[in-house]
């Protein structure tokens, strides 16, 4: 474990000196706050509520998302209560504002992977792969601004995606259990 811990540090060491740049660093910020509060994907959410035709999708992104605020946010990190890689690796600076709670996992990678992943499968590739890639830009900026250590944000994704294959298990169910009975077929 302490191995991990270790080369976790020196990733973000090597981010640090390595790919951090003047050019990059005000795009970086920008996308890590895409994430914050899961905003952009609640917003995104509510906009796919607001069509009939694309209801379901917003339906099944909701349940992803608190999906995945009750897995990362309100479980894990409580549980785990990782201390943030800024508090501890030294030589690591910090490009954004010191969060008030734990580290594992990423909470913006876990909300941002469950609504992308939802709409990767549920709408026109057109849409989901677009998604997917902010997803991940999100994820990677949590790394590059100094905020999380790689094994949060990787476990972030997993839970992210997840809380989306949930969210889209338990619509097909509800679904199926609240169809319009002259919907159903015959037995």
């Known amino acids: 474990m302490e191995g991990l811990l270790q080369l976790d540090g020196s990733i973000l060491l090597w981010i640090q000196e390595f790919v951090r740049?003047?050019?990059?660093?005000?795009?970086?910020?920008g996308i890590t706050h895409l994430g914050?509060?899961?905003?952009?994907?609640?917003?995104?959410?509510?906009?796919?509520?607001?069509?009939?035709?694309?209801?379901p999708v917003g339906i099944q992104c909701a349940i992803a998302l608190v999906c995945s605020l009750l897995i990362n946010n309100i479980c894990l990190k409580n549980l785990v209560a990782r201390t943030r890689p800024y508090e501890v690796v030294e030589g690591l600076?910090?490009?954004?504002?010191?969060?008030?709670?734990?580290?594992?996992?990423?909470?913006?990678s876990g909300a941002s992977f469950a609504a992308a992943w939802v709409l990767l499968y549920r709408l026109p590739k057109q849409w989901g792969i677009p998604a997917v890639i902010l997803a991940a830009?999100?994820?990677l900026s949590r790394l590059y601004v100094g905020i999380h250590?790689?094994?949060?944000v990787i476990c972030g994704i997993l839970t992210g995606i997840l809380s989306a294959c949930i969210a889209m298990a338990l619509y097909?169910?509800?679904e199926q259990r609240f169809r319009n009975p002259s919907d159903r077929p015959e037995e």
Do not use: C, Q
Request: charged share 20%; net charge positive; aromatic share 10%.
């Open 137 to 139: 830009l999100i994820a």
């Open 36 to 55: 914050d509060h899961g905003l952009f994907w609640i917003v995104l959410t509510l906009g796919l509520l607001v069509f009939r035709k694309t209801r």
């Open 93 to 108: 600076e910090l490009l954004v504002g010191r969060a008030t709670d734990f580290s594992f996992p990423s909470g913006h």
């Open 149 to 152: 250590y790689p094994t949060d």
């Open 172 to 174: 097909r169910i509800l």
């Open 21 to 29: 740049n003047p050019v990059l660093t005000p795009l970086m910020k």
